[in-house]
Each structure stands twice: as C-alpha cells, then as structure tokens.
T-cell receptor, first 111, second 108 residues
C-alpha cells in the first residue's frame, strides 16, 4: 500500500529539548515536504526536498532543520523547540502529477 | 492578500443537500488544482485533481476550475454525514499552495 508514515503521532516536550520527527514514503517520489497546520492559517510549508541531498526553505523555516540522505526518508529536526512551534505537522510526498500524499500527522506540544 | 483564499466556514447542511465549496487565487501561473478532504485527527487525502480549466466529475463530486476568474469550486451532491470533514483547496505550479480549509458538517 502506497503511504507516507510519520512518527511519532503525538509528542509533548519541553522548551529547548532537541527532537526529531521521522517521515518515510514508499512511492519512490523525489519531492517531499514538511508542513505545519495551525487554526486559521492552513498548511504552511516549512522545508522541501526535490531529491536526495537537495533541500530548501519553505515559507516558515525558522527553528527547523531537515535532511534527505536517502530518497524514502525526510526527517524534521527541531534543535531547540519553543512554545510557538506547538502545532500539527504533516509530511508529504509529491507524485508526478504534482499531487501531494500526506502522512497522518504529528501533534507536537512544546511546554 | 493571501495567494489562496478560502472561506473557513463552518458550513452546516442537512443530509441530501448540494454543497458548494470555493477558493479564489491570485497567481495566474497555477496549472494544477486539487481538493483534499481532511477528517478530524487525520492527514489530508486527495479527493479531486484537475489540470488547467474545466470540469471533472467523480461520483457525487464535481470540481470546476475557471482560470479566467481565478476561481475553483467543489460541488458535493446528495451530501452524506460521512462527508463531514474539512475541505482544502490546493494549487501547484511547482510550488504548492493551500487554502485554509472549510469545515463542513452534514447533519442526518
């Protein structure tokens, strides 16, 4: 089954404690992306990757890092999380028709 | 002005009603237009996909794109309680942009 898998689904952490959210896709897509979803603001792109070792900033990259060492994985790293990064995060991979396939989401709370 | 505008609702309709959801956009470079459905606590799932202008029908769902007016619509016929979800429009020209989403409730 074609899917995008994120882990963990829920995470509560404290300010400043580094964390990583993993994302994996099994569709052999080159393009992957991270979004955050906040009430009234919709989906905003954090970072994207057009292929292995190629990453670029989206609309809201501050406070986040990503890496793309292999095609299927695209982890999101928060080096020093802050409360304003409390949000619902989605990983997506994009197919050849420019359609996005999303993971189930990670609800992050930073206290 | 946001690149994609979508009325967040909420929208509440009785079962069997025809639902109309809309988005406007400002970037004339958009070529690919999509509608996603997002159930509570789930990721968005692709519902309809349209390339350039025109209509596309899939069962009870019809997507319309009017590039001259920069306006896209999603119609749901004979709406069901299972259609209750948030609907997001999306557009892509190499850079994907999403609307904020419209929350729809279909009451039995």
């Amino acid at each position: 089954e074609a899917q995008v898998t994120q882990n963990p689904r829920y995470l509560i952490t404290v300010t400043g404690k580094k964390l990583t959210v993993t994302c994996s896709q099994n569709m052999n897509h080159e393009y992957m992306s991270w979004y955050r979803q906040d009430p009234g603001l919709g989906l905003r792109q954090i970072y994207y990757s057009m292929n292995v070792e190629v990453t670029d900033k989206g609309d809201v990259p501050e406070g986040y890092k990503v890496s793309r060492k292999e095609k299927r994985n695209f982890p999101l790293i928060l080096e020093s999380p802050s409360p304003n990064q409390t949000s619902l995060y989605f990983c997506a991979s994009v197919g050849q028709l420019n359609e996005a396939f999303f993971g189930q989401g990670t609800r992050l709370t930073v206290v | 002005q946001k690149e994609v505008e979508q009325d967040p609702g909420p929208l509440s309709v009785p079962e069997g009603a025809i639902v109309s959801l809309n988005c406007t956009y400002s970037n004339s470079a958009f070529q690919y237009f999509m509608w996603y459905r997002q159930y509570s606590r789930k990721g968005p799932e692709l519902l309809m996909y349209t390339y350039s202008s025109g209509n596309k029908e899939d069962g009870r769902f019809t997507a319309q794109v009017d590039k001259s007016s920069k306006y896209i619509s999603l119609f749901i016929r004979d709406s069901q309680p299972s259609d209750s979800a948030t609907y997001l429009c999306a557009m892509n020209s190499g850079d994907m942009r999403f609307g904020a989403g419209t929350r729809l409730t279909v009451k039995p």
